[in-house]
């Protein structure tokens, strides 16, 4: 086809809590390429806020590819200004040369940044089929996120597992488990109504932190034992100190977050020390590798596909804002102040 050339509009990240949209020129769709319109993209709460803060090491330092250390010997791997994002559902508009397994019109995933058009190698986006609400597609990385967390996880029938924080991917870790045969899923948040999404999602017991410490509640319901496995998902650093207290001996848990700032307050001296937790990072670019190799990210990605479908009236209520892509700024704000009744925000192009 004939590459077209248009001005599209674009989100920025100008500084730490600072965005812009900018008008820019967009070629068409080279060869193995496709022109995406967006409808919709999704704010990360997690990592992407910690872009959006100035707290991510990449502003501060750069990380040696083959060393895989960060250093701020070589300067930083990002900079200002920059484009950021990375759950965005389009339909197909315009198709390069050599695409033969997409068409104009099919709605679709991409892993690219907000705004409102995105030429993307074909390969690389994620057909959503017989999915035709792009609202639901857009936690296609969300989802594997949290399955991600759940192989990690390597969970026996029959466990006890605390998930502590319930925002979007706690909410879906929960359901997860909750099909995974877990015996207890005992839920921990701080505010009311993500505790109740999450009874509705499966979870056996709800705990307030603020009514008493994790740890000593999780034993009660254990019979002393402490959680066997869990899967931290805050991103607070007390929260990670309270989760290696809630683990049994020899338990594990899973550190979900993209921690940001600093962690002079981990605490390595008690309960880590004697009672001898694993601490598992899990990282949505790798699978588990102890699942062996019939396990890659093409087939975890194939099976969140499939939980989209089935999960799509629980998905559907984590929406709790949608703004236009000029009012991008209040969505970042909602997250960032963290509101109680702020869960999934949107960004809308439609």
Known sequence: MTKVSLT???????????????????????????????????ISAGTELNVFRGLAPQWRQSMDPKTRLFSDAHGSDWSWPARYGYAAVGRVAEIGRDVRALKAGDLVFAYVPHGQH??????????????????????FANLNTAYNGVLDANIPLGADVVVSGLGVIGQMVTRLLARNGARQIIGVDTIAQRRELAAQGGATTLLDPRDGP????????????????????????????????????NGTVIAMSWYGGTFESLSLSGEFHHNRPRIISSQVGTVNPFL??????????????????????????????????AEAGRGYGLLDQGSPDVMQVLIDYR
């Open 8 to 42: 599209t509009q674009s989100l920025y990240f100008t500084g730490p809590r600072a965005v812009e949209i900018r008008s820019e020129a967009l070629g068409g769709p080279g060869p193995g390429q496709v022109l995406l319109n967006l409808e919709v993209s999704g």
């Open 214 to 249: 994790v740890a000593e509640r999780v034993r009660e319901l254990t019979e002393g034992r402490g959680a066997d496995t869990v899967i931290e998902v805050s991103g607070a650093a007390p929260a990670l100190n309270e989760a290696i207290r809630t683990a049994g001996f």
């Open 118 to 139: 995105a030429v993307v190698d074909a390969n690389a986006v994620v057909p959503l089929g017989d999915l035709d609400d792009a609202e639901i597609g857009v936690f």
């Open 292 to 325: 062996g190799p019939l396990w890659s990210v093409g087939r975890r990605g194939n099976i969140a596909r499939d939980y989209l479908s089935s999960l799509a009236p629980a998905l559907k209520g984590f929406i709790t804002h949608r703004v236009p892509l």
